[in-house]
Structure formats: C-alpha cells, structure tokens
Antibody
Framework: QLQLLESGPRLVKPSETLSLTCTVS??????????WAWIRQPPGKGLAWIGS???????FYNPWLESRATISVDVSANQFSLRLKSVTAADTGFYYC???????????WGQGSLVTVSS | EILLTQSPATLSLSPGERATLSCRAS??????LAWYQQKPGQAPRLLIY???NRATGIPARFSGSGSGTDFTLTISSLEPEDSAVYYC????????FGQGTKVEIK
C-alpha cells in the first residue's frame, strides 16, 4: 500500500525558507511511471499545484511560484523535497505531497502538513 | 493559465437524490480533466480521470462526462458519506484546479 508522509517545520518566519520532505513507502520513487508533486491549500480555500519532480531530477513548476520554489529528489532515501523561499503570510496553508501519473493526475496523496508563516 | 469555474458553489440534497456538479474551462482541455473529493480534515481523493474514467475503488454511483470546455460529475444516488467538497483539475497545460463545489447532505 503506497503511503506518502510530509515532514518539516510547521512554523516559518516571514522572508525565510519553507522546507518540507515527503517520504514514500510502498513504492519506489524511481518507478518510471510516476512523477512526484507538491500541492498546497490555504485554510478554507482551494488547491494549487506547486510543482513536480521525476526520479531523474527533471522538474516543472507552477509559473506563479517558479521563481521561489525548488523541488528535489533523493532516490536513495525514497524521498522528495520542497523548498519555498522568501515566504509571506500568503504562503500559510496545508502542503500535500502526491504521486502523479505522467499525465499529471494525482492518484495518491499524503495526509498534508499545515505550515504557518508568522513571526 | 487555464481557469476552471465550478458551479454551484454549494449543493444541498437529501440521501438518494442525484447530484450534478459542473466544471467549465476557460479554453478547451480536450478530455484531460479529473475530479477529486475532499472531506474535512482529509487529503483529496481521486474519483475520476480523463473526464469519465473512475479511479480504482470508486463506487459506480460516481460518473463523469464531458469534453472540451464543459464537464459534469454526477453522483447518481447520494449517500451520507458523500458530503464533501469536490474539485475538478485540468492537465491540458500545467495543472490547475477549480474552486470547488460543496455537497451537503440534508
């Protein structure tokens, strides 16, 4: 059974960098059929895709966040990570990691991690 | 950026009734549209992909239709556990989501 689990600091100061890691179990992150994605959701609002990474390191991003987001993969640890720099209160929300088919349909999701940006 | 507009914002129906949710795209997305269900405090769950294909383990009362710019998610006979917010998502270009339709069970 595939499971994804987000981890990282839940409180980040404005202007600093948000860092989250997703640990994958039940499947290899090197599975060629899938990409691995980050999606976020401000409290009480809708969903926004941040970006995706392939096991080989290929990445693609939401154009609105591309200048601040970096997604990387660690195949040996079966993990992938998100870094979002220069955060503001508008970056507060639930951050989900997810598995994506190569056609960007998100078929498995982590439980989500609430990250608050506040001083 | 392809914008997805969902309607209605809220749907309030009784168990056993039929629910019809709409998703309209700002330009054609062919059949590259998915539907997700999100219950309070939970992550979204994939229901339908490529407009009309049910994901693994999804009950047959959920069905999707449409192509181009107009799509529909139908729940043929509502169950109490179907109370949730439903989102559509396109993959014609970089992925975007609709703002959601909340389904309330009376």
């Amino acid at each position: 059974q595939l499971q994804l689990l987000e981890s990282g600091p839940r409180l980040v100061k404005p202007s600093e960098t948000l860092s989250l890691t997703c640990t994958v179990s039940g499947d290899s992150i090197s599975n060629r059929a899938y990409y691995w994605a980050w999606i976020r959701q401000p409290p009480g609002k809708g969903l926004a895709w941040i970006g995706s990474v392939y096991h080989a390191g290929n990445t693609f991003y939401n154009p609105w966040l591309e200048s601040r987001a970096t997604i990387s993969v660690d195949v040996s640890a079966n993990q992938f990570s998100l870094r979002l720099k220069s955060v503001t209160a508008a970056d507060t929300g639930f951050y989900y990691c997810a598995r994506s088919t190569v056609t960007t349909t998100f078929d498995y999701w982590g439980q989500g991690s609430l990250v608050t940006v506040s001083s | 950026e392809i914008l997805l507009t969902q309607s209605p914002a809220t749907l309030s129906l009784s168990p056993g009734e039929r629910a019809t949710l709409s998703c309209r795209a700002s330009q054609s997305v062919s059949s590259y549209l998915a539907w997700y269900q999100q219950k309070p405090g939970q992550a979204p769950r994939l229901l339908i992909y490529d407009a009309s294909n049910r994901a693994t383990g999804i009950p047959a009362r959920f069905s999707g239709s449409g192509s181009g710019t107009d799509f529909t998610l139908t729940i043929s006979s509502l169950e109490p556990e179907d109370s949730a917010v439903y989102y559509c998502q396109q993959r014609k270009t970089w992925p975007t989501f609709g703002q959601g339709t909340k389904v309330e069970i009376k």
